[in-house]
């Protein structure tokens, strides 16, 4: 198991740059695939972006691609996510969530939220015009 704590959200104005933190417990922080998500008020559950349990492989849908950044660092138990070039259509809460991998699935990028077992309490992100 694994819990997830997060921060960095906060109000930006359109153009600008935010950088949300997500910091997991435990000591098998690395076995877990991560994955950044986002809801908005009367809208189902967004993929964001997702990152290997190594960071070497990322996947991004194309309304954040060239925009938002996954990465992490393992011997910190935290995965990141750079978002820059905001726009107002941005503006959700933003969970992270961990995915438990095996040696099968652990080059995999899991785009589903139901894939995710595991969550962090939400940030709020507003872009304003």
């Known amino acids: 198991q694994v819990q997830l704590v997060q921060s960095g959200g906060g109000s930006v104005q359109a153009g600008g740059s935010l950088r949300l933190s997500c910091a997991g417990s435990g000591r098998s922080f690395s076995n877990y695939a991560m994955g950044w998500f986002r809801q908005a008020p009367g809208k189902e559950r967004e993929f964001v972006a997702s990152i290997s349990y190594n960071g070497v492989n990322t996947g991004y849908p194309n309304s954040v691609k060239g925009r938002f950044t996954i990465s992490r660092d393992n011997a910190k138990n935290t995965v990141y996510l750079q978002m820059n070039s905001l726009k107002p259509e941005d503006t959700a809460v933003y969970y992270c969530?961990?995915?438990?991998?095996?040696?099968?699935?652990?080059?995999?990028?899991?785009?589903?939220?139901?894939?995710?077992?595991?969550w962090g309490q939400g940030t709020q992100v507003t872009v304003s015009a």
């Open positions: 969530a961990a995915h438990l991998v095996n040696s099968a699935s652990k080059w995999r990028i899991f785009v589903q939220a139901a894939e995710y077992e595991y």
